[in-house]
């Protein structure tokens, strides 16, 4: 498995350039936090349509299928798996439900009762109701009598509730939303781009003596510094299919053994490849953040960057009017 195409984890996706590459990093961020923070005290329809929005993005950005097939076939497939998993899991609960259908008691009480109403409203338009006799109420209500079921579906011991229903889609829906959002954000903005976002939003703290400059500037190495490192898992992973080990012979003892001398060799490729490049960064001339800054790129608003933003404004108007949780 190519873990560089499997996993989109800190990978930025150059060509085709997509109408989502060209907004400015500071309106992708501040929707991706809606994303992420949307979903909190949501109601179930409303995380749906969130995953379906999520999807309508994806299908109208001009991305390509190669691209997100494998991505988000897979969290789709995950998701649906813990939907299933936590549709049939126990709610919680711990009550046995009553059923709002009428006894075979409860339905003979209801008869009476209309057969007393119909009797008092008769007597009361022949006026042979007595002056101090008062109607009295039926026993049972029948408006209550509904098609209200809070378990839908019971086989074995396999029981599914509304409640279930509506945990397993809260937690499948803020799955996928969580994971999709952050890397549809991944793949459409290149790291220099958000570091230059986040040093532009913090810039305000720098009056409280934060060091917003070396913030910036460690993330961007530490965003450069990801496919460093799935590149050396990939290599490592593809060294030991070759030797074809027999894992059969080796037994639990050994495949440790021989997983322990890989994750040793890991981490010192890793700190090889970060001296490299603290040599490379040296030998640049490169003293401090202040003092040796270099500008990717120039961030400025556009007319749809302002469309984005007036988009993020009706999203949360939709989510506090309709989406909030009853």
Same mark, same amino acid.
């Given at each position: ?28 961020? @501040? ?46 497939? *995950? ?6 998993? $936590?549709?049939?899991?126990?709610? $919680?609960? $711990? ?8 006894? @075979? ?8 009762g209309n057969e007393f109403d119909a009797g008092a409203g008769s007597r009361?338009?022949?006026?042979? $109701?007595?002056? #101090?006799? /008062? ?60 570091? @230059? ?21 460690? *993330?961007? *190495? ?31 003892? #050994? ?7 890989? @994750? ?5 490729? *890793?700190?090889? &490849? ?18 040796? &800054?270099? /500008? ?20 949360? #108007? ?9």
């Amino acid at each position: 498995m190519d873990l560089l195409r499997s996993l989109p984890i800190g990978l930025y996706l150059e060509q085709p350039i997509a109408w989502l590459h060209r907004l400015d990093p500071r309106v992708k961020l @501040a929707w991706l936090l809606s994303f992420l923070a949307a979903p909190i005290m949501a109601n179930s329809l409303y995380r749906v349509s969130l995953v379906i929005l999520l999807i309508l993005i994806t299908l109208t950005a001009g991305i390509p299928w190669r691209v997100w097939r494998q991505q988000m076939g897979w969290l789709l497939t *995950l998701s649906f798996f813990v939907l299933i998993l $936590g549709a049939v899991s126990p709610d $919680g609960l $711990g009550v046995d439900p009553q059923p709002r259908l009428p006894t @075979a008691e409860q339905g003979e009480m209801l008869v009476l009762g209309n057969e007393f109403d119909a009797g008092a409203g008769s007597r009361e338009q022949r006026g042979q $109701g007595e002056p #101090g006799e /008062q109607r009295q109420p039926s026993t049972v209500n029948r408006q209550s009598t509904t098609n209200y079921q809070y378990v839908l579906f019971q086989y074995w011991i396999i029981t599914v509730t509304r409640r279930s229903v509506e945990l397993a889609l809260r937690l499948s829906t803020s799955l996928f939303t969580l994971i999709y959002s952050t890397n549809l954000y991944l793949l459409t903005t290149a790291p220099e781009e958000i570091t @230059a976002g986040l040093e532009s939003l913090m810039l305000p703290l720098r009056r409280f003596k934060l060091p917003v400059t070396e913030i910036a500037l460690t *993330l961007t *190495l530490s965003l450069r510094f990801i496919p460093l490192v799935m590149e050396e898992v990939q290599n490592l992973i593809r060294s030991v299919r070759t030797r074809a080990i027999n894992w059969k012979k080796l037994g639990i003892k #050994g495949a440790l053994r021989v997983w322990m001398v890989v @994750a040793e060799r890991l981490l010192e490729n *890793l700190l090889l &490849r970060a001296e490299q490049m603290a040599k490379a960064m040296t030998v640049r001339g490169f003293t401090t953040p202040n003092t040796h &800054r270099v /500008q990717w790129h120039q961030l400025r608003f556009t007319t749809r960057d302002w469309i984005a933003l007036v988009c993020l404004v009706a999203f949360w #108007g939709i989510r506090l009017t309709w989406g909030n949780e009853v």
